[in-house]
């Protein structure tokens, strides 16, 4: 059943939009603090379409990235009694409680970690004020871990360039399922677990 390459193709019309680096930003902003999309799913088109700009790009979802974990590290240093009901209701408190050891002694290479993977990065934005983690190392780990993955992955697709653009198009729903199968298969096993 092909339901991401339509997708696909309206997020590459988007992509050429004159607002879409503004809105790049703004995802950027968002998925740091509480927006559950990542911004590479706006980034990649983004750079197929206008490789030129890539790095403008990165660089963009970078400052959102960082200013929106600022408003994370707010939530969770001032509101975070009001947020602690909604992580629990998800179940993500066990989650939270073993970020706030991390916190404790890695601080820095935790905020990197979380800021380059491809987990929820608000939870441990949030996580980092509720703990009062220094500013320095927040700071410093988000620049390093979201410019190094935005960074990334705007290398990875201009050195795909056309072919990586055939290539998406051609798998792209096979890739879609397979990533709808994988979170899928993460919950079950993490269902199980806990």
């Known amino acids: 059943m092909r339901i991401f ?22 995802l950027s902003f968002a998925e740091s603090s509480c927006f559950p999309i990542p911004p590479d799913v706006m980034l990649a088109p983004m750079v197929l379409a206008k490789p030129t ?7 963009l979802c970078t400052l959102g990235g960082v200013l929106g974990a600022y ?3 707010a939530i969770g ?3 975070f009694l009001a947020v602690k009901p909604w992580i629990m209701h998800l179940g993500y408190y066990s989650h939270y409680e ?13 905020m990197f970690f979380a800021g380059f993977a491809f987990i929820p990065y608000k939870l441990f934005t949030i996580a980092a004020g509720a703990t009062g983690l220094a500013l320095i190392p927040f700071t410093l780990g988000s620049i390093v ?8 992955v705007t ?14 198009l051609k798998y792209i729903d096979h890739l879609g399922w397979l990533c ?3 979170i899928v298969l993460a919950w079950v096993v993490w269902k199980l677990c806990h």
């Open 180 to 182: 709808i199968a994988l």
């Open 98 to 110: 073993l970020i706030v050891t991390w916190f404790a002694e890695w601080g820095f290479w935790v």
């Open 155 to 168: 290398w990875v697709i201009r050195a795909g360039g056309v072919k990586m653009e055939r290539a998406l």
């Open 145 to 152: 871990g979201r410019g190094g993955r935005f960074f990334l």
């Open 71 to 73: 408003v994370g590290y």
């Open 5 to 26: 390459s339509p997708i696909y193709r309206q997020m590459l019309q988007w992509a050429v939009h004159s607002k879409a680096p503004l809105w790049l930003f703004i």
């Open 53 to 59: 700009k890539g790095w403008r790009f990165a660089s």
């Open 77 to 79: 240093h001032f509101c």
